[in-house]
Each structure stands twice: as C-alpha cells, then as structure tokens.
C-alpha cells in the first residue's frame, strides 16, 4: 500500500514538472532579452549589465515589445534592424559568422594534431645519443674496443 502511495506521488510529481516548467519557460523577461544585446553605447557591456537613464527607456521599450506578445527573435530583429548585427551579444549561427562559431574547433584540432606530430616524432635523449652496434661483431672484439677507452 505504502509503495503504491510513493509511486502516484512520483508519477504525479513528474506529471506536474513536465506541463508546469514550459509554461514558465516560455514567458520572456527584460533580463532575458538584454542579456543578448549590447548596450546602444558600445562600452562593451551587455544590456543587462548596463545602467542609465537611456538604458532604462531601452528595457521600458523591452518591456511593451513582450506585453504586445513579440518573441524573443522578432525583439532582436527589431533591434537589429536599427542598430545592425553589432548589437547583438552572441553572433548568429550563419554566413560569415558561423566562423566565429567553427573556428574555435578547428584550431583546437588544429593545434592538437600539430602537439601530437611533434610529441610522435620527438626521441628520447637515451635514443638519439646511444649508438646501434652491429649484431656480427664478436664480443671479444668489442670488449677490446672498450678496453682502449677506459
């Protein structure tokens, strides 16, 4: 009975956080939104991160935008209408730009492949400095070599 009890409770725990958690996550905050936006001063901050009486008119403006009911791209695209794709935080994902997405990899590749050619080819000190003798020389010749050096 008791296990019964635990397993409605779970299943309904469950049921809950599957239809609760899009709803909430499909309501747009100012926050949100001027996270991905540089501020209109360029100064190197996001608006988020910005403060001033013409950056509050910008997220007051944010603001009507999401009570009209505009996604978060048409509030971007509006904005980037006016002050181009500068204004945007994070580069879009197409054309010249998917580069500064790529590029990243391909130079950590890149740079790994390179590390591991140098790493394979490198020899140990005790293998470039010792010398390979012939397996037919005698041993007795050998000691008498060494014999002459020491």
């Not at 100012?30 to 996001?46: A, M, N, Q, Y």
């Not at 181009?84 to 994070?90: D, F, R, S, V």
């Not at 580069?91 to 790493?119: E, R």
């Amino acid at each position: 009975m008791k296990r019964r009890f635990v397993r409605s409770f779970v299943f309904v725990s469950l049921l809950l956080l599957v239809f609760a958690l899009p709803a909430h996550a499909e309501q747009l905050t100012v926050d949100e939104i001027s996270r991905g936006l540089w501020s209109p001063h360029f100064c190197g901050k996001t608006l988020a991160g910005d403060a001033g009486e013409d950056i509050a008119q910008v997220k007051a403006e944010i603001q009507q935008l999401i009570d009209q009911g505009q996604s978060k791209d048409q509030i971007l695209n509006y904005y980037v209408g006016i002050y181009g794709e500068k204004i945007l935080a994070e580069p879009p994902k197409k054309g010249f730009f998917l580069s500064a997405w790529i590029m990243p990899f391909v130079g950590f590749l890149f740079g790994s492949f390179v590390v591991y050619l140098f790493v394979g080819r490198r020899k140990s000190p005790a293998q470039s400095n010792a010398r390979e003798i012939p397996a037919d020389i005698p041993d007795q010749d050998i000691d008498a070599e060494m014999k002459k050096y020491l």
